[in-house]
T-cell receptor
């Protein structure tokens, strides 16, 4: 069973607009949530994270929102740039483990 | 700073052969992770080590897979004998211990093709 789900396999957004990537989870024990970005032929790179005690974390153009009651988080990219075109993975971890559970990823394409 | 280094980048071999993937973590990182990426299942954790000791190997698919970490700067993932369904991209990652509070740093992966 998938504890972390990214239901949209792909998303296409015009340059300058907002990109919103969504992620749902089932385990209420998760205490950290992370977003990774992956370009072809490269490993995933860490983008931004949020603790379960917060509902928002911002880093430049990237903001992650957490809705614990809905077990839902989202990554907002504003404004979107062509260089943001990549696969984005949502991941979650539980207390007392270093293990990350990843979603299946969403491919974002930002077009001019 | 050198990141996580994986070798080889690509491996093509015939079914039944032994395959060994290698990983050098970032110096100072105590935790090391092996993942497999497939289209169907995304990124799956196979095994992870803390201070060279295997902590969780529940993701290792079957006995044909084994992983070792003989010292803090080197780990191997071995498949013997290999099968076509093992074809995937295998990633190694490392981090400081601390769960989700310590982001994992990934290597660029080994693309494995079993014919």
């Amino acid at each position: 069973d998938q504890q972390v789900k990214q239901n949209s396999p792909s998303l296409s957004v015009q340059e300058g607009r907002i990109s919103i990537l969504n992620c749902d989870y089932t385990n209420s024990m998760f205490d950290y949530f992370l977003w990774y970005k992956k370009y072809p032929a490269e490993g995933p790179t860490f983008l931004i994270s949020i603790s379960s005690i917060k509902d928002k974390n911002e880093d430049g153009r990237f903001t992650v929102f957490l809705n614990k009651s809905a077990k839902h988080l989202s990554l907002h990219i504003v404004p979107s740039q062509p260089g943001d075109s990549a696969v984005y993975f949502c991941a979650a971890s539980a207390p007392n483990t270093d293990k990350l559970i990843f979603g299946t990823g969403t491919r974002l394409q930002v077009f001019p | 700073d050198a990141g996580v280094i994986q070798s080889p980048r690509h491996e093509v071999t015939e079914m039944g052969q032994e395959v060994t993937l290698r990983c050098k973590p970032i110096s100072g990182h105590n935790s090391l992770f092996w993942y497999r990426q497939t289209m169907m299942r995304g990124l799956e954790l196979l095994i992870y080590f803390n201070n060279n000791v295997p902590i969780d190997d529940s993701g290792m698919p079957e006995d044909r897979f084994s992983a070792k970490m003989p010292n803090a700067s080197f780990s191997t993932l071995k498949i013997q004998p290999s099968e076509p369904r093992d074809s995937a991209v295998y990633f190694c990652a490392s981090s400081f211990p601390g769960g989700g509070n310590q982001p994992q740093h990934f290597g660029d992966g080994t693309r494995l093709s079993i014919l």
